[in-house]
């Protein structure tokens, strides 16, 4: 085998342990496990452009409801899908939060008419507040501060004002000067503050007294979360620009601990546990050309995907109970798609219009998934399957790989050598004849002083004088073929003028080197 042979086969198999270390690690980190997940639709009501939606218990009889609400009105629905509860708030706001310590949910709704703040306790709506001195509904937030409970109203000038649960007015305050873009309950060394943002790109933390602990200022604002992502009592809070900055804020000191631009507005954030490591969770960052990012909670990215629109809810489910959720993720074109922790992709489902709200939850004994569009609301029976037969076909694709780059490789290494190729003698004139026979005399003679000189070694010399002589023998049986006389050429020693044939080197009678 020679050396062509041998640099063939070892780049083969420097292949084949390419291809099969690759096939071995998709097949070891499931993704490439057959996965599907399907949706049965249990009901379905009629109730477009939802706002806010959450699966609960508001009626304190132990099982879950569906509480769901739009720019115009607010719903109540039990597990078989029944309206036990409506009402009308005309472009305005809820929250929920228990606000009278009976473990049950109240929701508060804050309209633009009287009563412009309301209280629904296990499905009784009471008045709170008839009026009161603040601009249409933006935000409303029930925020548990560590000397009480308050409902903390915002609006669309970016003004604050608390009231107590029975609607006394606490304090009032602005957070920048367009509509509030967000409103959360966050964490500063384990006591609850309240984070507010801007549209102006105005945020920053208060206490339960109003007193602004600190703001900054950043572009534009479309959505800002608060979360305790390391679980280590104090918040970070995200926000996402108009301009496509997605940054992560220090809640106690308003310090910018990350930044990342992602290339469009961002349109939503969640978070959910992708990783499974319970000691911090993941970041999901969607934006308005619908591109979709799982982070880490230091920011790094884990993957990026895309979907067909705008990103318009994105939620967390553990649909198999591993410890690690899936992201559901609806978008403006009305598609719902579900991304494995690893961000491996599969859809459960598309809405003649735009998806707005997603939930999950218990409804009486199954686990549902709630999604609100444009047009419907349905709740569907979500189910995962997977098949992890599939998970080895990366390692069966691998093999086949494999045996063909071998099976090539050793073809090509088996081959015969190419022939040396060579001109046909046979048909030249006789002067073409004469000058070839010349030139492999004077070519052997220059073989001859080469190995008395020592520059060619003794098998490279027998090697080429055996071909020069075979030139010859074919050279002088084309002389023959076409009854060509040989004439055979001479020269005259110049030392002793002996007669020489041409191609000789050393004059054969004195014994002088001869130069040609």
Not at 61 to 79: K, M, R, T, V
Not at 91 to 99: H, N, Q
Not at 195 to 224: K, P, Y
Request: with cysteine; charged share 20%.
């Amino acid at each position: 085998m020679n050396s062509r042979s041998i640099v063939t086969i070892v780049f083969a198999l420097i292949l084949v342990a390419l291809v099969m270390g690759v096939s071995v690690l998709f097949a070891l980190n499931g993704s490439a496990a057959a996965e599907k997940y399907s949706a049965t639709s249990i009901w379905q009501a009629d109730f477009a452009n939802a706002e806010s939606m959450k699966i609960i218990d508001l009626t304190g009889d132990g099982a879950n409801d569906l509480f769901i609400q739009s720019g115009s009105a607010a719903s109540i629905y039990d597990a078989a899908g029944s309206r036990i509860a409506n009402f009308d708030i005309g472009f305005g706001k809820s929250t929920m939060g228990d606000l009278n310590g009976d473990r049950v949910e109240d929701i508060v709704l804050f309209q633009p008419f009287m009563p412009m703040v309301q209280l629904v306790s296990k499905g009784q709506a009471v008045p709170l507040v008839e009026t009161i001195s603040i601009g249409s509904p933006s935000r409303v937030a029930i925020v548990k501060f560590p000397q009480q409970t308050e409902i903390v109203l915002g609006d669309e000038g970016g003004n604050l004002v608390s009231l107590a649960p029975d609607g006394r007015q606490l304090w009032q305050n602005s957070i920048g000067s367009e509509e509030l873009r967000g409103l959360d309950d966050a964490r500063v060394n384990g006591k609850i503050v309240l984070a507010a943002a801007s549209h102006s790109g105005d945020f920053g933390v208060l206490d339960g007294n109003g007193q602004i602990l600190w703001m900054n200022t950043t572009e534009q604002l479309r959505r800002m979360r608060a979360y305790d992502l390391f679980g280590d009592g104090t918040s970070e809070i995200l926000t996402g620009g108009e301009y496509g900055e997605f940054a992560i804020w220090d809640a106690a000191t308003g310090t910018r601990t990350f930044a990342k631009g992602m290339g469009q507005p961002v349109s939503e954030i969640r978070t959910a546990e992708v990783d499974g490591n319970p000691s911090s969770i993941e970041i999901i960052v969607g934006g308005k050309n619908g591109g979709l990012w799982a982070l880490t909670a230091n920011g790094k990215e884990l993957w990026s995907r895309s979907v067909s629109d705008k990103v318009t809810e994105i939620a967390g489910v553990d649909f198999d109970d591993d410890g690690r959720q899936e992201i559901i993720v609806g978008d403006d074109s009305g598609a719902v798609n579900v991304f494995s922790p690893e961000g491996t992709r599969s859809k459960l489902g598309s809405y003649g219009s735009g998806i707005t709200r997603i939930d999950e939850g218990r409804l009486g004994s199954q686990r549902v998934v709630a999604i609100a569009s444009g047009t419907r609301l349905e709740v569907q029976e979500a189910a995962h399957v997977e098949l992890p037969g599939f998970q080895f076909t990366p390692i069966l694709v691998g093999l086949i790989v494999s045996a063909a780059i071998l099976a090539v490789a050793w073809i090509l290494a088996t081959l015969p050598k190419k022939p040396e190729m060579k001109v046909s003698i046979q048909s030249k004139s006789r002067e073409s004849l004469e000058a070839e026979r010349r030139m492999i005399k004077e070519s052997i003679a220059d073989v001859e002083r080469l190995r008395r000189s020592g520059e060619m070694t003794g098998d490279a010399y027998l090697t080429r004088l055996k071909r020069l002589r075979g030139n010859l023998a074919e050279n002088e049986a084309a002389f023959k073929t076409q009854n060509f006389p040989i004439r055979v050429e001479t020269i005259k020693c110049p030392n002793c003028g002996g007669a020489l044939e041409l191609g000789m080197d050393k004059c054969e009678y004195c014994g002088h080197v001869i130069l040609t």
